[in-house]
């Protein structure tokens, strides 16, 4: 025995459902991939950043070592304040879309000047 079951006001509700609720999981989508983005983007900011202060507490140019580690365009920051050094590496983050604002994450990284250099260059 086959039983169907008669139409009724159901008919096509799954499909209403999943045009409502599809563009809402692409969004979702979209912004847990941007989110994982910007935090391999931070984790390059602050690998760069920590080269930069520890080349430049070396008297080495820190901006240089930075930017071998450094994500794509960054933008690399170097001071030497007395006995201290503080890198700053700030990249931008593309969001997974061509009209959406892009983020712009950052890292700082701090170092002492060693002792015998006499000039911590930038």
Do not use: W, Y
Not at 18 to 30: D, E, R, W
Not at 40 to 51: D, Q
Not at 63 to 83: C, L, N, S, Y
Not at 86 to 106: D, F, N, Y
């Amino acid at each position: 025995m086959n039983r169907r079951r008669p139409a009724g006001r159901d008919r096509g509700s799954f499909t209403a459902e999943l045009a409502a609720g599809l563009p809402a999981l692409l969004l979702l989508l979209l912004a847990g991939l941007t989110a994982v983005n910007a935090v391999g983007t931070r984790a390059g900011c602050l690998h760069a950043a920590r080269e930069a202060a520890l080349a430049a507490s070396r008297g080495e140019d820190g901006a240089t070592a930075a930017g071998k580690a450094a994500p794509a365009g960054a933008e690399i920051t170097v001071t030497v304040d007395g006995q201290r050094v503080t890198a700053t590496v700030q990249a931008p983050v593309r969001a997974l879309g061509a009209r959406l604002p892009r983020i712009t994450v950052a890292a700082t990284a701090v170092a002492a000047v060693e002792p015998g250099v006499p000039a911590a260059g930038p």
